[in-house]
């Protein structure tokens, strides 16, 4: 599965060192990450490594040997449960210290994953603890059971709703990705597609895949569509048309655009690029 990990054609892949792996397997499972960072052929797209959370005793060797073996290719490192900003800023203290020990110039980014309720209640002092921090995820399953929500039970309305919402306000006020946590029923794409869709339409930067069916669905919603980006770029000509004529809105097919309207554009054609398309 180490192997395969750079040619699944996701943004970014994720070594877990936390819930995938046993108890009594740590230390193997840590010893083959360091190897498959060290030797995989990861294309430019830096992979990440969940450790274990800092109750755990296993959390400093992660760190320390992850950092010090991965080498350069080594992107951020996902902290799991968060509840706290002191948890956020020990991980970041002891990365500067493990950075600073190697000569590492390039500092490893951070990700947390909200997955308890009070990690909830703290979200925006933990969106704000580091500097290193990139992105916030929601992550469904430990929450769930954090908040005493069953994975089969019925809901009139999408139950999640509010905590997607917390979560992306947090996101954009710290300035960083929101990114939704995995759909775990494999076999159900159609649902997968549609949890997807709506973390999209929420304004959600990606989605967690969990199996390699996933990713290209999820490649395909998080991508603009050919129209949208088009429509992004019209508005942004058009918008420079009316800066160097000296006027700060124009119309663009009978809709009004404005200042507003261009930092979406500019979203939308962000995202086409690190999409790659034309």
């Not at 308890?116 to 929601?138: C, K, N, Y």
């Not at 929420?202 to 088009?230: C, M, T, Y």
Request: glycine share 10%; proline share 4%.
């Amino acid at each position: 599965m180490l192997a395969k990990a750079p040619a699944l054609g996701a943004d970014e892949a994720i070594l877990d060192l936390e819930d995938a792996v046993a108890a009594g397997s740590k230390d193997q499972a840590r010893v083959l990450v360091v190897a498959a960072l060290r030797d995989g052929d990861w294309a430019g797209r830096p992979p990440a490594v969940r450790i274990n959370g800092v109750e755990s005793r296993h959390c400093l060797r992660d760190v320390v040997d992850v950092v010090e073996g991965g080498g350069d290719a080594l992107g951020t490192l996902v902290l799991p449960k968060a509840e706290s900003a002191g948890e956020v800023e020990f991980i970041d203290r002891l990365l500067g210290m493990v950075e600073a020990g190697i000569g590492r110039t390039r500092p490893v980014g951070l990700q947390v994953l909200i997955e308890t309720a009070t990690g909830l209640r703290r979200i925006h002092e933990i969106a704000h603890a580091s500097a290193r921090l990139e992105s916030l995820i929601v992550g469904y399953a430990d929450l769930g059971a954090s908040l005493g929500r069953a994975a089969a039970a019925s809901y009139p309305g999408d139950r999640w709703h509010w905590v997607r919402e917390t979560a992306l306000v947090a996101a954009r006020d710290a300035g960083v990705q929101a990114i939704d946590g995995p759909y775990l029923q494999i076999d159900d794409l159609a649902g997968m597609e549609a949890s997807a869709s709506g973390a999209q339409a929420l304004g959600f930067d990606g989605k967690w895949a969990i199996h390699p069916s996933q990713v290209e669905p999820l490649n395909r919603i998080f991508s603009p569509a050919p129209e949208a980006l088009a429509h992004a770029r019209a508005t942004l000509a058009a918008l420079d048309r009316a800066e160097r004529a000296g006027t700060g809105a124009v119309s663009l097919d009978g809709e009004m655009v404005d200042e507003a309207s261009a930092k979406l554009a500019r979203q939308v054609v962000a995202r086409g690029e690190a999409a790659g398309l034309a």
